[in-house]
């Protein structure tokens, strides 16, 4: 039986597309990150390895031990956790010299390299998460508003200029004016940063890069965001179709509805 790895981060992602690569037929081989992937995802998976943060090598080993010529990259390490958790292993140091810089991509290019050096060959995500891709249209029972829609149109024009420069993915945004553009804190802090500015009624846009790699992580919105803009009064929320993930769409959606939150992906 042909094997897939994951090398898994945090959150739900790691679980759909173990689901969808077993009901493939594939065999799948985690290795997790101790500290950052939920314990859970060996009852999800056929084999479970564990490895520190930054042991790459290790990771590298424990997939060619199970067979695995390739692997997905998924779930969420925050870049905050290279100061003060990562212990890297002679490959994972590598890894950090190789890379361009400590940006999530470049680090992340330069351990695709060096395990493809070692016959393991990272894999586009979308082929096994395509039960969480957005779809185009209006998710939710309520449009967009006039005022709304021009935040939308400013909004994606400047998060796509973050995002080309590997800075962040999302912006907040309220009448024409920008609130948080967001770095390394995350989608969800940077909603609560611009939500407390604009007191409410605010529009959040978030937006794949303009050249994305589909091996990496695409922008994912799951119940923690959800959560966010309900807590600063957020009217509107836009997306990529078929560049963006969205967790438990149909209770996303209902939680949305219960916010008169209106959502919309392009």
Avoid: N
Avoid at 122 to 134: C, D, H, K, N
Wanted: aromatic share 2%; net charge positive.
């Amino acid at each position: 039986m042909h094997a897939l790895g994951i090398i898994a981060g945090s959150g739900e992602l790691p679980f759909v597309a173990a689901r969808q690569a077993r009901a493939q037929g594939l065999r799948v081989v985690a290795v997790g990150v101790m500290g950052e992937t939920d314990p859970l995802l060996a009852d999800a998976v056929d084999a479970m390895h564990w490895v520190r943060l930054g042991q790459l090598g290790a990771a590298a080993r424990a997939l060619k031990g199970e067979q695995v010529q390739e692997a997905l990259l998924l779930g969420k390490i925050p870049i905050t956790h290279l100061f003060s958790r990562m212990r890297p292993d002679l490959l994972g140091a590598k890894v950090l010299l190789r890379a361009r810089d400590r940006r999530g991509d470049s680090l992340l290019e330069a351990a695709v390299e060096a395990l493809a050096e070692r016959g393991i060959r990272i894999v586009e995500t979308p082929p096994y998460l395509r039960s969480v891709l957005v779809p185009a249209g209006r998710l939710t029972r309520r449009g967009l508003s006039r005022a709304e829609k021009q935040d939308v149109t400013f909004g994606r024009e400047i998060a796509r200029q973050i995002a080309s420069l590997r800075i962040g993915q999302t912006v907040v945004l309220k009448r024409g004016t920008v609130l948080a553009v967001e770095s390394v804190e995350g989608t969800d802090a940077a909603i609560r940063r611009g939500g407390e500015l604009g007191r409410g009624g605010v529009v959040v846009v978030k937006v794949a890069r303009p050249d994305q790699d589909l091996r990496f992580d695409l922008p994912t919105i799951g119940s923690e965001t959800l959560t966010a803009l309900g807590e600063v009064g957020a009217t509107a929320l836009a997306l990529d179709a078929g560049r963006s993930l969205l967790l438990d769409r149909e209770r996303f959606v209902a939680g949305a509805d219960a916010l008169d939150l209106a959502v919309v992906a392009d």
